[in-house]
């Protein structure tokens, strides 16, 4: 999976962006099972952009719910 910009995750609907938040984590949980068991990963800088994607989707997450809170 590519990382995604801001822009992209922005449009959005909620329930993609947590399908996407799942695909994420469980592709995080195969990097560091690969790290406990002391073997390298293919591509170790995809940890990095994992990490800030899961983080950027999580941020939007939040500001949608903040915006649907502000609306009722």
Request: aromatic share 2%; net charge positive.
């Amino acid at each position: 999976m590519a990382t995604l910009k801001k822009s992209e995750l922005k449009n959005m609907h909620e329930s993609v962006l947590k399908e996407r938040l799942n695909e994420l984590n469980k592709d995080l949980m195969k990097f560091n099972a690969q790290i406990a068991t002391h073997t390298t990963p293919e591509n170790p800088g995809r940890i990095r952009a994992i990490k800030k994607t899961i983080a950027k989707i999580n941020t939007i997450l939040k500001q949608k719910s903040k915006e649907v809170i502000k609306k009722a």
